[in-house]
């Protein structure tokens, strides 16, 4: 009796293996592809940062995402390395994270923060999601075909639980954190930023993140969002009333909008959750011919 539950025991074990293999293998084989920016040699350059330190830094962003709970993949974090090391040295400003859960990205964007002599400001509750509102009790994630649903109370990471994964993994010196729901502790925040990272879930957080955020992003430089598979929330970059109103612009778009970055295989594709905008403007980007 024992050996036959021993035996089911291998045989799950062997089955969830042969299931996650190709994922892995494909992960490894789309690396080059998705750190080519990354690995540029003018990425860094400034910073005084060579191919040794960003081998370096890609091993502890693969060993931290197995280190720390994180809702994202060391994927995403490389692709936002690849956009933080090529900020103009004398560009001021810090990093911003909004939503930090258990700190899984902190860990990784904090020794970016750190290579690159800039503070990272990490903005969550600490005590889990707040009671959603009737929209965002469901999100329709159309390329999955699903509805996620949410509750209060979810992705909580405790302040002291969030610190010590970053002073045991990360660079905590460079970190400084704001508990509070963002509409509470945003509005207060007046720091440059050069670049921001947006996975707060729920539509009236991410409109927050956008409404106090935007205005203090540096020109030419980057926002990113965990949200981008969401339909309504990827809809407010590109809702025209509201950036008007807000900021007397037009919405500055998504791309990855709907879908997510094709970084990670799923049944019927390529697809994730990560997707960005910058603040660019389009007077200054290259004219191509149609």
């Not at 594709?269 to 960005?276: D, I, P, T, V």
């Amino acid at each position: 009796m024992i050996g036959s539950k021993f035996n089911q025991s291998g045989d799950d074990v062997r089955r969830k293996i042969l299931r996650t293999l190709p994922y892995a293998l494909i992960t490894i084989l789309v690396l080059p592809i998705v750190a080519q920016e990354y690995f540029s040699r003018d990425t860094g350059r400034e910073y005084g940062i060579g191919l040794l330190t960003k081998l370096r830094i890609l091993f502890i962003m693969i060993r931290n995402n197995a280190r720390v709970v994180s809702a994202s993949n060391f994927l995403y974090h490389i692709l936002m390395a690849g956009k933080i090391l090529r900020i103009p040295k004398d560009l001021p400003g810090d990093i911003v994270e909004c939503g930090v859960y258990k700190g899984g990205s902190a860990v990784n964007l904090s020794h970016l923060a750190a290579l690159c002599g800039r503070r990272l400001h990490l903005f969550d509750s600490f005590e889990g999601l707040p009671t959603p509102t009737a929209e965002d009790q469901e999100h329709l994630v159309l390329s999955e075909q699903q509805v996620h649903t949410y509750e209060g109370g979810g992705y909580a990471g405790s302040l002291e639980e969030v610190r010590e994964n970053i002073r045991k993994y990360g660079v905590l010196r460079v970190c400084d954190f704001h508990p509070g729901f963002f509409s509470d502790t945003l509005p207060g925040f007046s720091e440059p930023v050069v670049f921001a990272y947006v996975d707060a879930d729920f539509t009236d957080s991410v409109r927050d993140c956008l409404k106090y955020l935007w205005p203090l992003l540096q020109e030419g430089c980057f926002l990113f969002t965990d949200e981008a598979h969401h339909t309504r929330i990827a809809g407010l970059f590109y809702d025209t009333a509201w950036w008007a109103k807000e900021f007397g612009t037009e919405p500055p778009g998504l791309v990855g909008g709907g879908n997510g970055l094709g970084l990670l295989l799923h049944p019927g594709g390529f697809r994730s959750s990560l997707g960005f905008t910058a603040k660019i403007k389009q007077q200054e980007l290259p004219r191509v011919r149609g």
